[in-house]
């Protein structure tokens, strides 16, 4: 019995979740496969220990979107940013100056849910979207917000390190707390980030190979925070973390969806228990002390208020 009563003292934050995403609608790469159930993901989520849950954005029209859901539930919360591999929609909308302040008036305006500003950064590995230029100088306008908006930032870096840490040192006299989420460089880039002041956010795309798991070991506890980037970066069976995965979910295919089932592939806000699991083993830390202090991390970055 001890055991089910500590689990249920549990309180779990996700920092990162695309609630936003056509999945949750029951649209998989525009066909629709089942009816839309963000309700259900959201009722397993509650069920599961997760407190308050951050609604990522990656443009305007996302950060609208999170916004209209975070006001369903007051659990619920979101941001207002542009991801790196979308920034040149700074540029085909006519006008980057107009852009930044739609993100700007939009999170202004909505104080009590808009918890912070991205998601933003840099994205080498996918310059097909958008080139390495565009993303440096829209990154770097977007930083501005954090001088008006005094909102912690949600970062974004893949193959990016060293331009991403040099644009952050630029402007560190206007900077605000913040996370540099789905993190999964080595020990020299978490060190890069921590001695900025910054936080790093642990998924299951961060624990994929024996290297990340070594890499999550050398962050200091009052630096981590976890999430789950759904409905990506599940820990799969392959990963080298999932051997240290004790809950597991039942999950059915897409094509066979039952509404009180995960679906296969599509991760779920629920399954953040599985990051703290495998955290715990590879730091050889115990699971409760573990959680609580993320908490209270993510507590004092995002919620200073509530505290």
């Given amino acids: 019995m001890l055991g089910v ?166 402007h560190k006299d206007i900077l605000t707390a913040g996370v540099v989420h789905s993190f999964d460089g080595n020990p020299e880039e978490a060190n890069s980030i921590l001695q900025m002041g910054l936080y790093i956010g642990i998924n299951g795309c961060s624990l994929k190979t024996e290297e990340n798991l070594f890499a999550v070991t050398t962050i200091p506890l009052d630096r981590l925070m976890i999430e789950t980037d759904c409905p990506w970066c599940e820990i799969r069976t392959s990963h080298a973390s999932a051997k240290d995965v004790i809950t597991t979910f039942p999950s059915i295919k897409k094509e066979n969806w039952q509404p009180d089932r995960m679906v296969k592939g599509r991760n779920e806000p629920c399954t953040i228990v599985q990051i703290l699991e495998v955290l715990a083993r590879i730091r050889d830390e115990e699971e409760e002390y573990l959680c609580n202090q993320i908490y209270k991390n993510t507590m004092k970055v995002f919620f200073p208020h509530e505290l």
């Fill in 5 to 170: 009563r500590m689990n249920n003292l549990r309180k779990f934050i996700d920092i990162g979740a695309n609630l936003t995403d056509p999945m949750y609608q029951g649209i998989y790469y525009g066909i629709k496969k089942h009816q839309p159930d963000l309700d259900k993901v959201l009722e397993r989520s509650w069920n599961n220990n997760l407190s308050k849950i951050i609604i990522t954005a990656g443009n305007i029209a996302e950060s609208e979107h999170a916004l209209e859901i975070a006001r369903t539930d007051e659990r619920l919360f979101s941001t207002v940013g542009c991801h790196p591999t979308r920034c040149h929609e700074f540029e085909s909308c006519g006008d980057p100056e107009e852009y930044l302040k739609s993100l700007s008036d939009l999170a202004l305006k909505n104080k009590d849910k808009i918890v912070a500003i991205g998601e933003m950064g840099l994205d080498y590995n996918r310059l097909q979207f958008c080139s390495k230029d565009v993303q440096k100088k829209y990154f770097e306008m977007q930083l501005s917000l954090c001088s008006t908006l005094k909102l912690p930032m949600f970062l974004h870096c893949r193959n990016a390190s060293e331009d991403f840490v040099r644009i952050l040192r630029k």
